[in-house]
DNA sequence: GCCAATTCCTTGATATTTGAAGTAATTGGC
DNA sequence: GCCAATTACTTCAAATATCAAGGAATTGGC
């Protein structure tokens, strides 16, 4: 084992540990102000940025987690009348999810706050630690999405 | 909002993203590999480096889960004979966990190789640029440890 | 046009995690 | 020493996540 190895096994405990801690304080805060989740927010969002609504798989890829739990998660969001579901005029397979007049409502309450602890968070770094970190995280992200052999 | 608050956004969802790729890379080489999980591995981790066993309580803090959690897993750890428990001598209350010799085996198979993912996934980045980054997120962690108004 | 392969989503069984409530043991003020 | 407060852990239900299997619709080769 070279040290490189010792350093990036302690990178990856603080990286993991980090993005745990900020989750959990940003997942309480939701729960406490607006008796929602991590979950829910992160599809809000991404259905907030497609205006013309999303697909159960475009979702189920773009928040990282299975299409059984988009499912689950869409059909609690609809009873609360958040977003809706229409079968897709060109196929009849797909689902396409928007976000509800409510549910534009709902979610800009909570991005506008959630925004703010955000910043609160990250604004012990200078704008240029945040670009430097920023950065490196973008490469190892691409590492991973796309894996390969060590050579 | 400031443009600041939009990089810091950002800058989370990077965060995030990393994270949770990695953590499933992880949990799935270890699934393939040992038919085990990253958080029973943590949890096989923390008891490697405490030779006298560590307490529930000390458990929970450390892989950052619930108590709850943390009965659970070593109920399961326990039935595979991987560690043992017993009542603290000193406080009745306490249950003190501790690594088996075949845990010990067990564990040190899989950090063997899970040492190796990491190292392979963080090369991509330069010792410096390790070093930068693990900096930086040291200091997200501190402040997000000890919370404290935005002023 | 027809059928096998594929795609999109849902379902149901499981697995995991949380959170609140409960039990047992300890501690500290008196 | 005694009792209220605290601490350590477990339990149980509910929330959330995964995975594999299945149904419906579409596509592409022929």
């Given amino acids: 084992m070279s040290t490189g190895d010792l350093e990036s096994l302690r990178l990856w405990l603080r990286l993991f540990t980090t993005t745990t801690l900020v989750e959990r304080q940003l997942d309480s805060a939701l729960k406490r102000e607006f008796s929602s989740t991590l979950p829910r927010f992160d599809l809000l969002a991404q259905l907030e940025r497609a205006p013309d609504g999303l697909r159960m798989g475009e979702l189920s890829e773009r928040i990282l987690t299975t299409g059984g739990n988009v499912t689950w998660l869409v059909r609690a969001l609809e009873a609360e009348k958040l977003v809706t579901r229409r079968v897709s005029p060109t196929d009849r397979r797909a689902a396409i ?49 796309s894996p390969r052999s060590t050579t």
Same sequence: chains 1, 2.
Avoid at 100 to 109: D, L, N
Wanted: net charge positive; glycine share 4%; charged share 30%.
């Fill in 97 to 145: 999810v928007r976000l509800t007049t409510a549910g534009k409502r709902h979610f800009a309450a909570m991005a506008q706050a959630h925004e703010h602890w955000i910043a609160d968070i990250f604004a012990t770094l200078s704008p240029d630690d945040r670009r430097a970190l920023h950065a490196r995280l973008g490469v190892v992200k691409d590492r991973v999405r």
